[in-house]
């Protein structure tokens, strides 16, 4: 089944203590992202990437690192992870660019940072 | 970068009646702009998706209009029923390679039996 995974969907941590959220896809996708998802300001872009080795910053990318060594995996990073970093993660992946823009979704993270 | 306003913020209608969904967008250069569904803890899934090139599309009971000179787009949602309930949320970009996707802050549309 064609899908993006996403793991944890539900981490509490606390300030200062470094995680990873890792996510997957097995679509063959060059195109990955993230997104943070708080009440009222919608789906804010944090990285994207277009291909391996290449990543770009989106609009909130303070705080936040991404790597991609490998095509399937683009893991979200946060290094010392604040108060103000308690969202709702999607990653997502797509053909972008080659003909269909199309975005899947994987299920979410809820982190919690006290 | 791109910016999207999207309006209005919470939508209530009656079953069987339209709901329409607006967005405008920053970025004259954008020409891709898709529309996304996301029902209450579930992720968003595409539900439309226009380019610049075409002016208006249709999908059974949804369809999206573009304005480039104006530079806003639409969702039109006709004879409405109780599961089109959900946050709607509009995106615009460039879809050539290196372009983000900027979405708006979304339209929680509300449909009463």
């Known amino acids: 089944e064609a899908q993006v995974t996403q793991n944890p969907r539900y981490l509490i941590t606390v300030t200062g203590k470094k995680l990873t959220v890792t996510c997957s896809q097995n679509?063959?996708?060059?195109?990955m992202s993230w997104y943070r998802q708080d009440p009222g300001l919608g789906l804010r872009q944090i990285y994207y990437s277009m291909n391996v080795e290449v990543t770009d910053k989106g609009d909130v990318p303070e705080g936040y690192k991404v790597s991609r060594k490998e095509k399937r995996n683009f893991p979200l990073i946060l290094e010392s992870p604040s108060p103000n970093q308690t969202s709702l993660y999607f990653c997502?992946?797509?053909?972008w660019g080659k003909g269909d823009e199309k975005l899947f979704f994987g299920s979410g993270t809820q982190l919690s940072v006290l | 970068g791109e910016n999207v306003e999207q309006h209005p913020s919470t939508l209530s209608v009656q079953e069987g009646d339209s709901a329409v969904i607006k967005c405008t967008y920053s970025?004259?250069?954008?020409?891709?702009f898709p529309w996304y569904k996301q029902e209450l803890g579930k992720r968003p899934q595409l539900i439309i998706d226009?380019?610049?090139?075409?002016g208006e599309k249709k999908d059974q009971r949804i369809a999206v209009t573009l304005n480039k000179t104006a530079k806003h787009f639409s969702l039109h949602i006709t004879e409405t029923q109780p599961e089109d309930s959900a946050v709607y949320f509009c995106a615009a970009s460039r879809f050539v390679s290196g372009y983000a996707l900027n979405f708006g802050k979304g339209t929680s549309l509300l449909v009463t039996p």
């Open positions: 679509m063959n996708h060059e195109y």
């Open positions: 970025d004259s250069a954008s020409n891709y």
């Open positions: 997502a992946s797509s053909l």
């Open positions: 226009i380019r610049s090139n075409v």
